[in-house]
């Protein structure tokens, strides 16, 4: 049994409209991060894994199941869609209650995971009213419930922060950690690239269907030749220190901070430029904290795909 | 099918026959069962005012009348005759018609109307001239003639209009409806076959119509017998086969259900328009009799005639080139009626858990 999630030269076409195109990924254990402007086939991904659409062309196992198998793939994958629509006339509970019922569990099993997952989901206290009167935030929380309440080692999450407060986001992600940590595959597609740039372990970007690059977004940034990696130095003689920069050939640009107390610079190695700053460290210049100033995902998208505003 | 899918089917029953019974827009099919019961239920009252009318004329007849004396009466005897035989009539109208013998002469001719009733019966007699020329006795006790116009209501009315639509409309939407509503993803969603779905989704809209449709068939039933005495009614229940053919109404309502919903199932997943597969099945089952045999076999009406109990005699009034293209075909036996309709309704079922294997919750499109 494979223990990643497989899609080999995948393609989606609905019609004469492209979903996805040739996609090839092998998405380890951790957290995921599906990255794109709209359209460019996020929940077209995220449908594939789960069977809700079938490839056109290739082939997606999650952890060696076939996604046309669901009465298998779904006692490993929870997923929480995008869909705003429930089945009428349902409280919360009574949501996470009949899905578990669907899986075959008994009442009293059913009952008892429906009031952890509704618990971990932080909507104990809503669980009881009907989901027609729930908030769009409350309604994220609830089918992420659903997605929690089997406790499936897959968790596909389509942009589960969206209508959810800062608080409401930050025990989202403690959640998405916990189970990340836990061994769990967190998949999950967002536009709030800061968010995703602090709970990623690794990301897919897309752009109009085709995958433009995959993996942590270290490596991914490191193999953006064409872009020089942006460095934040503070130090205590910042103009020295540029000098001294100046001197190596894979030093491009190097401009002083407005408070006179760093400097940032761009090189075409940084490896390179980490061996020299150990030197110019041992030649008395007190460096304060060194930083990557382009290897968010923010960055990383914008020198693959375009402006952030493609996101949006 | 072994206990995890029929618990998974239990769960799918739960939330389906809740959203079916007790969905808002499903309300017309319930007005729609209702509507042969109005329809008997005013019949019924039509007969109390017409009974009633009848004890009202035996009321004031100057005798006290009996059936054989109303059979009494023979063509040709004089209005003096009739008048000593029964009395003076509660009811008596005449017109005069004034009729030509010759190219400039005319006579006039006296037409009498004469009604009488022992209360139950009524007889209806016509002079010409002074002589009766024509009788009329209708019988308080229409039992036959009743069971043959309650099953015409069956058969034209009830089955191929209120269960075919009604059953159209539950079984349309048992995917369909979600699918509209964006929610079918919440049962694709779960690990359970989505044939096992769409077995639990048939099975509740079976309940659904079946609770809905029985019971209007019940109530029709119970409503037809109540213009009945109560003697009457014991004849017809147990002498005259009323209860098997209650019963066989009932469980004819059911295999309908049977065959119309699995119809409308795989209809519902092969179109995102009920309205060119409900035509083309009712234009299908409605020149069911013009069909070949071979082709009479491949519809629900079928075999449905087949399992009423009541032949209903074709209109006397069928244009004789329309009676012409009825085609025969030999008729089948109950259980082949049974089995050819689960055959049928098993063969839709089995094209849905194909389709539904094949479906993708794509929404934009819709």
Request: charged letters at 20%; hydrophobic letters at 45%.
């Amino acid at each position: 049994m494979s223990d990643r999630i497989l899609f080999e030269d995948v393609s989606k076409f609905y019609g004469e409209i492209l979903g996805v195109n040739r996609v090839n990924l092998s998405i380890p254990p951790g957290i995921t991060s599906l990255v794109g402007p709209n359209g460019s086939g996020k929940t077209t991904l995220m449908n594939l894994m789960t069977g809700l659409v079938k490839p056109s062309r290739g082939r997606v196992e999650v952890l060696g199941i076939r996604t046309d198998d669901p009465e298998n793939l779904f006692q490993v994958v929870g997923y929480a869609t995008q869909f705003d629509a429930f089945p009428k006339g349902l409280t919360g509970f009574q949501f996470v209650y009949s899905y578990l019922c669907l899986s075959g569990r008994d009442q009293a099993s059913a009952e008892r995971l429906a009031a952890q997952a509704i618990h971990r989901a932080g909507m104990t206290e809503a669980a009881d009213r009907s989901i027609a009167s729930y908030s769009k935030g409350m309604r994220q929380r609830i089918r992420l419930a659903q997605a929690l309440a089997h406790d499936p080692r897959v968790l596909v999450l389509d942009e589960p922060l969206n209508g959810l407060d800062p608080l409401a986001r930050s025990e989202m992600i403690a959640i998405f950690r916990a189970a990340a940590a836990q061994g769990c595959y967190v998949i999950i597609s967002s536009h709030i690239l800061h968010e995703v740039d602090v709970i990623s372990d690794q990301v897919v970007l897309l752009s109009n269907g085709y995958v433009v690059a995959e993996g942590q977004i270290q490596t991914v940034r490191n193999e953006i030749q064409e872009h020089p990696t942006q460095i934040l130095i503070r130090c205590d003689r910042p103009r020295e220190l540029a000098a001294r920069m100046f001197g190596s050939s894979d030093t491009i640009e190097v401009s002083i901070h407005k408070d006179g107390r760093g400097l940032l610079l761009k090189t075409r190695d940084a490896d390179r430029f980490y061996l020299a700053m150990n030197e110019l460290a041992l030649n008395g210049i007190e460096i304060e904290s060194l930083a990557p100033a382009d290897d968010d995902v923010l960055s990383v998208y914008e020198y693959l795909i375009g402006s952030e505003e493609a996101v949006r | 099918m072994n206990r995890l899918w029929w618990t998974q089917i239990k769960g799918v029953l739960r939330l389906e026959l809740k959203k079916t019974l007790l969905a808002k827009r499903g309300l017309w099919i319930y007005f729609l069962a209702a509507s042969p019961v109005l329809i008997f239920i005013a019949f019924t009252f039509a007969m109390s005012a017409h009974r009633s009318r009848m004890e009202d004329l035996s009321r004031h007849s100057d005798k006290q009348l009996t059936y054989s004396d109303l059979q009494a009466v023979q063509p040709g005897m004089t209005k003096e005759e009739v008048i000593a035989m029964l009395g003076k009539p509660s009811i008596r109208w005449q017109y005069t018609e004034n009729r030509p013998i010759g190219p400039h002469t005319t006579e006039n001719l006296l037409h009498e109307h004469l009604s009488y009733s022992d209360g139950q019966d009524d007889l209806q007699l016509d002079l010409s001239d002074g002589k009766v020329d024509s009788i009329n006795i209708q019988t308080g006790d229409n039992r036959g003639q009743d069971s043959v116009m309650f099953a015409g209501i069956f058969q034209f009315f009830f089955l191929r209009l209120v269960v075919f639509f009604g059953c159209l409309g539950i079984f349309m939407n048992l995917f369909r409806g979600e699918v509209l509503d964006h929610s079918l993803h919440f049962y694709f969603l779960a690990p359970v076959r989505r044939e096992v779905v769409m077995v639990g989704k048939f099975i509740a809209g079976l309940l659904a119509t079946c609770i809905i449709f029985v019971t209007s068939e019940i109530l029709q039933t119970a409503a037809f017998l109540w213009h009945f005495s109560p003697g009457v009614r014991e004849l017809y229940l147990y002498q005259n086969h009323g209860l098997t053919q209650a019963f066989q109404y009932v469980g004819i309502t059911m295999l309908a259900c049977v065959g119309y919903g699995a119809l409308f199932l795989v209809a519902g997943m092969l179109f995102r328009n009920p309205i060119p597969p409900a035509a083309m099945v009712l234009i299908w089952e409605a020149i069911n009799p013009f069909l070949p045999s071979v082709l009479k076999q491949i519809s629900v009406i079928y075999y449905l005639k087949a399992l009423c109990p009541v032949n209903v005699p074709s209109s006397q009034g069928t244009p004789a080139l329309l009676a012409l293209l009825v085609s025969t075909s030999e008729p089948i036996s109950a259980p082949l009626a049974v089995l050819g309709l689960l055959t049928v309704s098993l063969l839709a079922v089995c094209i849905s858990g194909i389709q539904v294997r094949r479906m993708e919750i794509n929404y934009t499109t819709e």
